[in-house]
């Protein structure tokens, strides 16, 4: 069983954190993962398991990361199959239905979604970085030369994330 760890540690651990609710962009990611295997090594590739936020997510994500590891298919019968687990195959039967409802009134492609989504992710993975920059900054108060590598990281970051460059940055 290649995801019978995560088996194991959702059967015994089956409360409330475990029960929330995915979030929209988790349940997004998903449906695109079960209705399109072929895609699912991308998104794997590009998100960490930590970036979900709902313990549930993870766990059917981390299936899918050790599947592919495994280089083992990918598909929503082989993701069932490995996850024994009531209620995770309901959710996993759930995101299904709504994906394929969903599917039929799409204006964009599946890759183009998980596209978005996995700009989004990073985007959120930036914003993260930053706060944790700015909490550091708060720190360090004492120390000027950290203070400015800090602010000097933040401009940069900031630039970055919205295109722009100067001719000294070039």
């Given at each position: 069983d290649?995801?019978?760890?995560?088996?194991?540690?959702?059967?015994?651990?089956?409360?409330?954190?475990?029960?929330?609710?995915?979030?929209?962009?988790?349940?997004?990611?998903?449906?695109?993962?079960?209705?399109?295997?072929?895609?699912?090594?991308?998104?794997t590739?590009?998100?960490?398991?930590?970036?979900?936020?709902?313990?549930?997510?993870?766990?059917?994500?981390?299936?899918?990361?050790?599947?592919?590891?495994?280089?083992?298919?990918?598909t929503?019968?082989?993701?069932?199959?490995?996850?024994?687990?009531?209620?995770?195959?309901?959710?996993?039967?759930?995101?299904?239905?709504?994906?394929?409802?969903?599917?039929?009134?799409?204006?964009?492609?599946?890759?183009?979604?998980?596209?978005?989504?996995?700009?989004?992710?990073?985007?959120?993975?930036?914003?993260?970085?930053?706060?944790?920059m700015i909490?550091?900054l708060?720190?360090?108060?004492?120390?000027?030369?950290?203070?400015?590598?800090?602010?000097?990281?933040?401009l940069?970051?900031?630039?970055?994330r919205?295109?722009?460059?100067?001719?000294t940055?070039?």
């Amino acid at each position: 069983d290649v995801c019978s760890s995560d088996l194991d540690s959702a059967k015994e651990s089956w409360d409330p954190e475990t029960a929330r609710p995915l979030t929209a962009r988790e349940s997004e990611l998903l449906e695109i993962m079960i209705l399109h295997p072929e895609l699912v090594s991308m998104a794997t590739a590009n998100i960490e398991t930590d970036e979900l936020e709902s313990r549930r997510a993870q766990i059917i994500f981390d299936c899918y990361v050790s599947l592919v590891a495994e280089g083992e298919p990918t598909t929503l019968e082989r993701v069932l199959a490995e996850l024994r687990d009531p209620h995770m195959q309901g959710t996993l039967v759930e995101l299904d239905d709504r994906a394929q409802a969903k599917s039929e009134h799409a204006l964009q492609t599946a890759e183009d979604r998980l596209r978005a989504l996995l700009n989004d992710f990073r985007g959120s993975v930036d914003a993260r970085a930053r706060r944790e920059m700015i909490s550091e900054l708060g720190k360090t108060v004492a120390d000027p030369q950290k203070e400015m590598e800090l602010l000097k990281n933040l401009l940069e970051d900031e630039k970055r994330r919205r295109g722009l460059t100067t001719a000294t940055d070039r």
